[in-house]
Nanobody, 121 residues
């Protein structure tokens, strides 16, 4: 599986962005998809994941982010609203085969390149 993330950019605080992650392959629906983020000098951390139609989020998300997927397009999305300057990080999409939900990065075998999100105050 190859993953291609896009949609990052510069946005003002309070604004919104939608990240996309397009996957190659014909069995996309069989994969659990996740979004992780990494700030400079910090470890990569789990943001949200989707297994089938089940979604799960890190506690810090607090309703501002929504993950979704379109299996017909082999794409997973991350809608981000009410963005804050502390959301200025690189976001990574990841995939693992199977439907067991997990927020552990080591469980994901496939990673896309990061996409930078910058939120100005």
């Amino acid at each position: 599986v190859q993953l291609q993330a896009s949609g990052g950019g510069l946005v003002q605080a309070g604004g919104s962005l939608r990240l996309s992650c397009a996957a190659s392959g014909r069995t996309f629906s069989s994969y659990t998809m996740g979004w992780f983020r990494q700030a400079p000098g910090k470890e990569r951390e789990f943001v949200t994941g989707i297994s089938g139609s089940t979604t799960y989020y890190a506690d810090f998300v607090k309703g501002r982010l929504t993950i979704s997927r379109d299996n017909a397009k082999n794409t997973v999305y991350l809608q981000m609203n009410s963005l804050k300057p502390e959301d200025t990080v690189v976001y990574y999409c990841a995939a693992k085969y199977g439907a067991r939900p997990t927020g552990r990065g080591s469980d994901y075998g496939y990673w896309g390149q990061g996409t930078q999100v910058t939120v100005s105050s």
